[in-house]
């Protein structure tokens, strides 16, 4: 549905993204994540064919983007960063002038204005000025506008700068609810945003994609978190450390009863293996096992994780 | 052609959203008003006819135009909304021309603010009707001309006090070049050049009520020309 190839673009002597490469299928809900200045937008205005990129080809719905722009444009939501609009005309105005730009016919095009009005929460403020909306109106105005053609995909920059955490919640119920039925693409850089909409995530980082998968394999950790009743620490902490796969071990607080380990895995051990030799030892020494679970990284860690190795290999 | 008309409806509205509509148009007819009674002597010279208004619009279009055009892109530019326009599925010619005609509506809304004069004047006097239509259809094509320099620069820049600045500077140059002060410098084929792309004489010609093809051409090529360029400078956007 979506391609990025090669993708650089260069400002002046600033090269805003490197060689960046990333396939998204039709129906994928996608988080593009990285700092500030990272690449996000330039990335986002390359695909909806506001900016050509230096070199490198972005393809959208099997068209290129920088031969055949308006084909592409006509298949994509936009939401620029900030979500620009006319503060002079009322909101009805408005949507109605992108409905028209858009080629909807003024039958059709009233009912989607009262549809998507309805969908973002804006029927109650078509009549006012835009200029007089508050931020989070204003972001669900430029919402309502980017779906009012019922677009194939969605192209987000960052939705929910600015806005409070009621609002918030608002516009990323009203994202999951268009990912349902879309592509959609939103940029931001605050995790929960992801994790809360996204079921992947591309990181960018100074213009390069550093990591790029569904969250759940990126949040997955190489290591696995033990609760068990052993009845000694150190004959149980001394048989997990031979167990398959396993580098280290650590063992955490114990209470009377139970103590807690943790198994830190090598670059190549299989979790999964490791789990079930874990389990098989617990069951023929006859441990009580509460807990055996693969620890999960936290959005933030990975995030960091990422950002870090870039900074050191630099 | 659907979404000229969209986009001119939607930079009409824009204009009389804000104050600017209204400026120009009272500014316009004010000045107009006021030169023809008084600086041009319209009961002295005891003539019925529109001369001494044709005398001032020119300056009036050159002063008064790039406050209208300054605003079309380097507005959007600033407030961001360019990157709404230029990312619909909508032609750059489209968005020029449909800005373009906006904008010469109101100069055309701003000069028949003014027919009432040539009625006062054509119950004065027996009035010569040719000079006037020939006048009117003069300033329209000089306004047209300014309009598309105007966008141009505007298409340029994020800063619509420039825009105006430098608008005004380059119609101001397009008009001197023909004048007799500054042509009159230069070898007799090299100034009869320099009259010959200048808006200037071209109008006075007009205004005399003699409209000449090729005058109609010099016009229309200048605004085409413009207009183009606005097109390539909205075009050159996307390598930025």
Request: glycine share 10%; net charge neutral.
């Given at each position: 549905?979506?391609?990025?190839r090669?993708?650089?673009?260069?400002?002046?002597e600033?090269?805003a993204?490197?060689?960046?490469?990333?396939?998204?299928?039709?129906?994928e809900?996608?988080?593009?994540?990285?700092?500030?200045g990272?690449?996000?937008?330039?990335?986002?205005?390359?695909?909806?064919?506001?900016?050509l990129?230096?070199?490198g080809?972005?393809?959208?719905?099997?068209?290129?983007?920088?031969?055949?722009?308006?084909?592409?444009?006509?298949?994509i939501g936009?939401?620029?960063?900030?979500?620009p609009?006319?503060?002079?005309?009322?909101?009805?105005?408005?949507?109605?002038?992108?409905a028209?730009?858009?080629?909807?016919?003024?039958?059709?095009?009233?009912?989607?204005?009262?549809?998507?009005?309805?969908?973002?929460?804006?029927?109650?403020v078509?009549?006012r000025?835009?200029?007089?909306?508050?931020k989070?109106?204003?972001?669900r105005?430029?919402?309502?506008?980017a779906?009012?053609?019922?677009?194939?995909?969605?192209?987000?920059?960052?939705?929910?700068?600015?806005?409070d955490?009621?609002?918030?919640?608002?516009v990323?119920?009203?994202?999951?609810?268009m990912?349902?039925?879309?592509t959609?693409?939103?940029?931001?850089?605050?995790?929960?945003?992801?994790?809360a909409?996204?079921?992947?995530?591309?990181?960018?980082?100074d213009?390069?994609?550093?990591?790029?998968?569904?969250?759940?394999?990126?949040?997955?950790?190489?290591?696995i978190?033990?609760r068990?009743a052993?009845?000694?620490?150190?004959?149980?902490?001394?048989l997990l450390?031979?167990?398959?796969?396993?580098?280290?071990?650590?063992?955490?607080?114990?209470?009377?009863?139970?103590?807690?380990?943790?198994?830190?895995l090598?670059?190549n051990?299989?979790?999964?293996?490791?789990?079930?030799?874990?389990?098989?030892?617990?069951?023929?020494r006859?441990?009580?096992l509460?807990?055996?679970r693969?620890?999960?990284?936290?959005l933030e860690?990975?995030?960091?994780?990422?950002?870090?190795?870039?900074?050191?290999?630099? | 052609?659907?979404?000229?008309?969209?986009?001119?409806?939607?930079?009409?509205r824009?204009?009389?959203?804000?104050?600017?509509?209204?400026?120009?148009?009272?500014?316009f007819v004010?000045a107009?008003?006021?030169?023809?009674?008084?600086?041009?002597?319209?009961f002295?010279r005891?003539q019925?006819?529109?001369?001494?208004?044709?005398e001032?619009?020119?300056?009036?279009?050159?002063?008064?135009?790039?406050?209208?055009?300054m605003r079309?892109w380097?507005?959007?530019?600033?407030q961001?909304?360019?990157?709404l326009?230029?990312?619909?599925?909508?032609?750059h010619?489209?968005?020029?021309g449909?800005k373009?005609?906006?904008?010469?509506a109101?100069?055309?809304?701003g000069?028949?603010?003014?027919?009432?004069?040539?009625?006062?004047?054509?119950?004065?006097?027996?009035?010569d009707w040719?000079?006037?239509?020939?006048?009117?259809?003069?300033?329209?094509?000089?306004g047209?001309?300014?309009?598309?320099v105007?966008?141009?620069i505007?298409?340029?820049?994020?800063?619509?006090?420039l825009?105006?600045?430098?608008?005004?500077?380059?119609?101001?140059?397009?008009?001197?070049?023909?004048?007799?002060?500054?042509?009159?410098?230069?070898?007799?084929?090299?100034?009869?050049?320099?009259?010959?792309?200048?808006?200037?004489?071209?109008?006075?010609?007009?205004?005399r009520?003699v409209l000449?093809?090729?005058?109609?051409?010099y016009?229309?090529?200048?605004?085409?020309?413009?207009?183009?360029?606005?097109?390539?400078?909205?075009?050159?956007r996307?390598w930025?």
């Amino acid at each position: 549905m979506i391609e990025l190839r090669q993708i650089t673009k260069r400002y002046g002597e600033i090269e805003a993204l490197r060689g960046v490469s990333a396939t998204i299928s039709a129906g994928e809900v996608v988080g593009l994540l990285g700092p500030i200045g990272a690449g996000k937008t330039t990335a986002m205005k390359i695909l909806v064919g506001y900016l050509l990129p230096t070199s490198g080809t972005a393809i959208v719905a099997g068209l290129d983007v920088a031969a055949d722009p308006l084909a592409v444009q006509a298949r994509i939501g936009y939401l620029p960063e900030n979500a620009p609009l006319y503060s002079d005309m009322l909101v009805h105005e408005y949507l109605s002038f992108m409905a028209a730009m858009r080629g909807l016919d003024r039958g059709a095009a009233g009912q989607r204005i009262r549809t998507v009005a309805a969908e973002c929460s804006i029927d109650d403020v078509l009549g006012r000025t835009i200029g007089q909306l508050s931020k989070g109106y204003r972001q669900r105005v430029g919402l309502a506008a980017a779906i009012l053609h019922d677009p194939e995909i969605l192209i987000l920059d960052e939705p929910t700068t600015g806005l409070d955490p009621n609002q918030i919640v608002e516009v990323r119920d009203l994202i999951r609810k268009m990912g349902q039925s879309k592509t959609v693409i939103l940029s931001t850089h605050i995790l929960p945003e992801v994790q809360a909409t996204c079921g992947r995530v591309l990181i960018l980082y100074d213009g390069q994609l550093r990591a790029d998968g569904r969250i759940t394999d990126l949040t997955r950790s190489r290591s696995i978190f033990i609760r068990a009743a052993t009845g000694g620490a150190a004959a149980a902490r001394q048989l997990l450390e031979r167990l398959p796969g396993v580098t280290g071990t650590t063992q955490g607080d114990d209470d009377d009863k139970f103590q807690t380990f943790r198994l830190a895995l090598g670059p190549n051990g299989d979790a999964d293996a490791t789990a079930e030799a874990v389990f098989d030892a617990a069951r023929a020494r006859g441990w009580t096992l509460r807990e055996l679970r693969r620890d999960e990284k936290t959005l933030e860690q990975v995030f960091r994780e990422v950002t870090e190795i870039a900074e050191m290999t630099q | 052609m659907n979404r000229i008309r969209v986009v001119a409806a939607r930079e009409l509205r824009a204009y009389f959203n804000s104050p600017i509509a209204y400026v120009f148009l009272v500014a316009f007819v004010g000045a107009a008003l006021f030169t023809f009674f008084n600086m041009q002597a319209f009961f002295a010279r005891g003539q019925a006819d529109l001369r001494g208004l044709f005398e001032s619009v020119p300056f009036l279009l050159l002063l008064l135009v790039p406050a209208l055009t300054m605003r079309l892109w380097a507005e959007e530019a600033k407030q961001g909304t360019i990157e709404l326009l230029l990312t619909l599925p909508a032609r750059h010619h489209e968005l020029v021309g449909g800005k373009f005609l906006a904008s010469w509506a109101l100069v055309g809304v701003g000069l028949a603010l003014t027919l009432p004069l040539a009625m006062t004047v054509s119950n004065l006097g027996q009035l010569d009707w040719g000079p006037v239509i020939g006048g009117y259809i003069g300033a329209m094509l000089l306004g047209a001309a300014y309009l598309s320099v105007g966008q141009f620069i505007s298409a340029l820049t994020e800063n619509q006090i420039l825009a105006f600045i430098l608008a005004l500077l380059l119609c101001l140059a397009m008009w001197g070049i023909g004048t007799e002060a500054f042509s009159g410098l230069f070898a007799d084929r090299m100034s009869a050049a320099m009259r010959a792309v200048a808006t200037g004489s071209r109008f006075r010609s007009i205004a005399r009520g003699v409209l000449d093809v090729r005058d109609l051409l010099y016009y229309l090529s200048v605004t085409f020309f413009f207009l183009a360029a606005s097109v390539g400078a909205l075009r050159a956007r996307r390598w930025a």
